[in-house]
C-alpha cells in the first residue's frame, strides 16, 4: 500500500510539473513600464490584472486599446486565452492616479477585450500581453500604441496611429497598417503557411529578415526613403523604390510598403 501512494505521489508530482510547463511567461510588469507622460508635475500609478477567456469559436478574438496602449499577442500551447493587462494612469496627486486606475473596466464579453473609465477620462492607458492559442483569428485596434505579434497562423488583422509594429514567425493571412511608426518583420521556416502578408506605414521604416533558404514572393516599397537589400531592386525612381522577387521556389506574397521611410532586407542563413 505504502509502495502504491508513493507511485501515485510520484505521478502526480509529474502532472503539477508538466502543468507549471505550460503556463504562459508573460514579460509585463509595472517595473517595465514603457509609456512615460514626461510631465514632472503628474503622479503616477500602475497595476497588473491577469484574465483568462475561452478561446473564440468560428469569430476573432477583438482587442481594443483605445486610447491609449499597446498590444502583444503570443501563440502558445494552452487550451484558452490568458491575459496581463498592464493598467496606468496620472494625475496631478497620487491618490487621484490610484483612484483613477482603480475605475478602469476592463470587459471581456462578446470575444472583445476592451477598457473603458466610466468618468471619460483619458489620462489612462492599459496596455495587453496575450498568449492565445496559436490558430486563433485576431482583429486588432489601438491608438497610441504598437502591436507586436509571434509564433501565430491565423487570419489577422491590426490597425495602430502611432505605434511600431512587431511580426515574427507568423502564417496564416496577416493584413494590418500603422500611420506613425516603423515594422519589423522576422520571417521563419522554409516558406509562408498560409495566404500571406500585406503591411504598411505611412511614416516609418520597414525591416525584414528573413532565412537565404526562404521560399514566397516578397513585395517591399518606398516612396520617400532608400533600400538596403541584396536583391534586385526592380524599381528606383526619384521618389519611388521597390523590390519584387520570387524567393526560392516561391509561394505566397509577402508585402511590406511603407510612404515615408527606408527599407532593410536582411538575408541570414539558417
Request: hydrophobic share 35%; with cysteine; net charge neutral.
Amino acid at each position: 500500500m505504502k509502495n502504491l501512494i508513493s507511485v501515485l505521489a510520484l505521478v502526480c508530482g509529474a502532472f503539477a510539473a508538466t502543468a507549471q510547463t505550460t503556463e504562459p511567461q508573460f514579460k509585463t510588469t509595472c517595473e517595465n513600464n514603457s509609456w512615460n507622460r514626461g510631465d514632472k508635475l503628474m503622479k503616477g500609478f500602475c497595476e497588473t490584472r491577469d484574465l483568462t477567456m475561452s478561446a473564440p469559436a468560428g469569430q476573432p478574438l477583438s482587442v481594443n486599446a483605445d486610447p491609449n496602449g499597446g498590444i502583444t499577442v503570443h501563440g502558445w500551447d494552452g487550451p484558452n486565452v490568458r491575459i496581463r493587462a498592464r493598467v496606468q494612469a496620472w494625475a496631478t496627486t497620487e491618490k487621484e492616479a490610484t483612484d483613477r486606475v482603480k475605475r478602469i473596466a476592463i470587459g471581456t464579453a462578446n470575444n472583445t477585450l476592451r477598457a473603458a473609465d466610466p468618468d471619460k477620462d483619458q489620462n489612462w492607458s492599459v496596455s495587453y500581453e496575450i498568449f492565445v492559442p496559436r490558430t486563433t483569428a485576431l482583429a486588432l485596434n489601438t491608438v497610441n500604441g504598437g502591436i507586436s505579434l509571434d509564433n501565430l497562423n491565423s487570419a489577422i488583422t491590426f490597425e495602430t496611429t502611432n505605434g511600431g509594429v512587431n511580426l515574427a514567425n507568423l502564417g496564416g493571412q496577416v493584413k494590418g497598417e500603422t500611420t506613425n511608426g516603423g515594422v519589423n518583420i522576422t520571417l521563419t521556416g522554409s516558406k509562408w503557411d498560409g495566404k500571406g502578408l500585406d503591411v504598411a506605414t505611412t511614416n516609418g521604416g520597414i525591416h525584414w529578415k528573413l532565412p537565404r533558404t526562404y521560399s514566397a514572393r516578397l513585395f517591399t516599397s518606398t516612396n520617400m526613403g532608400g533600400i538596403r537589400t541584396e536583391l534586385p531592386v526592380t524599381k528606383s525612381g526619384m521618389f519611388h523604390k521597390e523590390v519584387e522577387a520570387s524567393l526560392g521556389q516561391g509561394g505566397a506574397t509577402v508585402k511590406a510598403v511603407t510612404t515615408n521611410g527606408g527599407i532593410s532586407v536582411d538575408q541570414e542563413r539558417d
